[in-house]
C-alpha cells in the first residue's frame, strides 16, 4: 500500500499498471493530458488506455470535477471531437465497475483508471500503482 | 444510392470486422505485453425543421422544411501501439445542395512516427479533413455544435465540405509542455473530393454550367495551441488552392484559373459554465486566364463573436453576432450591383442568433434557434433562383432539431 487510504473514503484516486510508470512520475498534469487525449503514449512508447466508469456511476462526476477540473460534458465533447475528427490515436475505455477497472489494468500495461479510494485502501497487489492526485 | 468507390469499400471492411462494443466487450481479452486491437462505433442523426418568412433556407422552408437531416456512422480501430485507423460514413440531405447520399466522410490510417510520453510526430493518409477553425474537422457533428447551425459566415453548409474533405495526407506533430498546455502543428496536403457543385461554382464565379476542379491538392497549415487545462484555445489555418474553370457551349464565362488563399484566426476560452469563441477568417480569391474578361481578384471575409451559458447539464444557450460579405473591397456589394444589375445585399450578410439546447438524456437532445438576417448572401442559388433580385435585405429562420447520438 503505497499511502493511508481510508475504507470509508469515497474519494477517487489514479490507479495505473506499475509497469507503465516506471519511468515517469503520475501529476495531475498529466493525467489530465491524458483524458484530454493528448499524452497517448508512456514514456517506453505503450499506448495509453485511459478508461472511464460509466456516466450514471458516481466516481465518475467526482473524477471529472474533482481531478480534471471540467465538467463530464466537456470530457465527452473532447473525446467526441477527436473520434469524428480521426484524430483519435487512442480511445477511452468504458469499464462497468470499479472491480473491471481494476482488472483492466492489472492486464493492459497501458491502461490508467480512477476507483475510489475505499477500493483501493483493499488492494494489495504488486502489479498495480494507487496514486492521489491532489484536486 | 451508395457510391461505389475504395474508401466506403475500405470502410465497409472496417465496420465488418469491428463488434459495436468492442471497446467494452474487449476488457477482460487484453494482454499484459500489447493492447488487442480495439474498435469503436459512434453514429448520431440529426433531423431539423426549418420554418422561415420569405426565402428559402434549406429547402421550401417558407411551409416548413424538413429538408435538413445529417446522419453519420464513426468507426476508429486501433490495430497497434503505432496505428489507428479511422473512418465515417454520412449521409447529409440538406435543402436543394444535398440529397442524402450516403458518402465516405473521412477514411484515414494514422500512424505514429514518433511518439513520446508529451511529444509524438505522425501521419495520416487517406481522406483526411482540413482542420480549418474550430469546427472544421468536426463541423458536420451535431453534438459538436454550440447551435444548430454553425456560423453561416465560416462554415457555410452550402459549400463548406467542398474543401474540408480531401484525398491527401496530413503531417501532424504536437506536444504537451510541463503546465499541460499543448500544441499541435499539422501540414495538410489533401485535394477536396467535391467543388465542381453550383454553390461552390458561385461562390468563385457565377451560376455557370461547366466544370470546376482542383488542379492539384490544398496545402495548409494549421497552429493550434491549447492552454489552462483545455480552457482556451488559439487556431491559425492558412491555405492555398489551385483550380481550373472549364467552360460549357452555355456559359457567358470563358475557361480560366483560380487561385484561393485563406487565412482563419479563431479564439475560444471554455470555463466550463461560460463559453465566449470569436473567429475570422480572409479567403482571397485570384483569376487567370479568364480571357478576353478579365476577373479581378476579390477577399471574401467572415467574423463572428458568439457567447454559450450552461445553466445545468440539461441546457445550453447562446447568442451570436455572425457578419461576412463577398468581397471586402466591396463590403456592402454596390459595386456588383451597379455594374451587374444585383441587389447589393446579395453580396453580403449579417445573423443575429438566439438558441437553445435541452438534453433530454446523454445520447437526445432537442434544439431551437432564431435567426435574424439582414443581407441575404447565406440563402442559395438553388433554393431561390431570383437570388441576385431578392425584394428586401431583411429576413428571419427558426430551426428546431432533434439529435441522438450512440
Given amino acids: ?95 462497468q465497475s470499479e472491480d473491471e477497472v481494476i482488472d483492466t489494468v492489472k492486464k493492459d500495461k497501458g491502461a490508467v483508471g480512477y476507483i475510489s479510494a475505499a477500493t483501493a485502501a483493499h488492494i494489495n497487489d504488486a502489479e498495480l500503482m494507487i496514486i492521489e492526485v491532489q484536486p | 444510392m451508395i457510391r461505389c468507390n475504395p474508401y466506403l469499400l475500405a470502410m465497409v471492411a472496417i465496420l465488418a470486422h469491428t463488434p459495436a462494443t468492442a471497446a467494452t466487450a474487449t476488457q477482460s481479452d487484453v494482454q499484459t505485453t500489447s493492447p488487442e486491437p480495439a474498435a469503436q462505433v459512434h453514429g448520431f442523426i440529426a433531423q431539423s425543421v426549418v420554418f422561415s418568412d420569405r426565402y428559402n433556407f434549406y429547402g421550401n422552408s417558407t411551409h416548413g422544411s424538413t429538408r435538413y437531416r445529417v446522419m453519420g456512422l464513426t468507426a476508429n480501430a486501433t490495430l497497434s501501439d503505432n496505428v489507428t485507423v479511422s473512418g465515417s460514413l454520412q449521409s447529409r440531405l440538406v435543402g436543394p445542395s444535398e440529397n442524402g447520399d450516403v458518402k465516405v466522410n473521412h477514411a ?33 457533428i451535431p453534438s459538436l455544435r454550440p447551435g444548430i447551425l454553425l456560423p453561416q459566415s465560416l462554415y457555410n453548409d452550402k459549400d463548406s465540405a467542398d474543401i474540408i474533405n480531401g484525398d491527401g495526407g496530413l503531417v501532424y506533430g504536437e506536444m504537451t509542455d510541463e503546465a499541460g498546455n499543448y500544441t499541435r502543428v499539422s501540414f495538410t496536403y489533401a485535394k477536396p473530393i467535391d467543388v465542381n457543385n453550383i454553390n461552390s461554382k458561385i461562390f468563385y464565379l457565377g451560376p455557370f454550367d461547366g466544370d470546376l476542379k482542383y488542379t492539384k491538392p490544398i496545402e495548409g497549415i494549421r497552429i493550434l495551441h491549447v492552454r489552462n487545462n483545455g480552457q482556451t484555445t488559439y487556431a491559425l489555418w492558412v491555405s492555398h488552392g489551385d483550380m481550373r474553370f472549364d467552360r460549357a457551349p452555355t456559359d457567358a464565362i ?132 431570383n437570388y441576385f433580385a431578392l425584394p428586401t435585405p431583411n429576413w428571419n429562420a427558426l430551426i428546431v432539431q432533434f439529435a441522438y447520438r450512440f
Fill in chain 2, 108 to 140: 484515414l490510417l494514422n500512424v505514429a512516427l514518433y511518439k513520446e510520453a508529451y511529444s509524438s510526430v505522425g501521419i495520416q493518409l487517406g481522406r483526411v479533413k482540413s482542420p480549418l477553425g474550430l469546427y472544421a474537422d468536426t463541423w458536420d
Fill in chain 2, 254 to 385: 470563358t475557361s480560366g484559373n483560380i487561385a484561393a488563399d485563406t487565412y482563419w484566426l479563431s479564439f475560444r476560452h471554455d470555463a466550463g459554465k461560460w463559453v465566449a469563441s470569436a473567429e475570422a477568417a480572409l479567403n482571397r480569391t485570384t483569376y487567370t486566364h479568364f480571357n478576353p474578361v478579365s476577373l479581378a481578384p476579390r477577399t471574401q471575409a467572415g467574423w463572428y463573436v458568439e457567447l454559450g451559458y450552461r445553466p445545468s447539464s440539461a441546457w445550453e444557450l447562446f447568442t451570436r453576432y455572425d457578419w461576412s460579405t463577398a468581397n471586402l473591397a466591396d463590403k456592402k456589394g454596390e459595386h456588383m450591383a451597379s455594374v451587374y444589375g444585383t441587389k447589393s445585399y446579395s453580396y453580403w450578410a449579417t445573423d443575429t442568433v438566439v438558441g437553445a439546447r435541452y438534453h433530454i438524456n446523454e445520447d437526445a437532445s432537442v434544439a431551437a434557434e432564431f435567426h435574424s438576417f439582414y443581407g441575404t448572401a447565406n440563402l442559395t442559388y438553388l433554393g431561390n433562383p
Fill in chain 1, 1 to 95: 500500500m503505497p499511502m493511508a487510504l481510508a475504507a470509508d473514503d469515497q474519494h477517487p484516486v489514479i490507479l495505473v499498471n506499475r509497469e507503465a510508470t516506471t519511468s515517469r512520475a503520475i501529476d495531475r498534469t498529466l493525467v489530465r493530458s491524458i483524458y484530454a487525449g493528448h499524452v497517448t503514449h508512456w514514456a517506453n512508447g505503450t499506448l495509453v488506455r485511459p478508461i472511464i466508469l460509466p456516466t450514471r456511476h458516481a466516481l465518475y462526476f467526482s473524477f471529472c470535477t474533482t481531478i480534471l477540473g471540467i465538467y463530464p460534458y466537456q470530457l465527452e465533447r473532447r473525446w467526441d471531437q477527436l473520434r469524428y475528427s480521426g484524430n483519435i490515436t487512442t480511445d477511452l475505455i468504458t469499464a
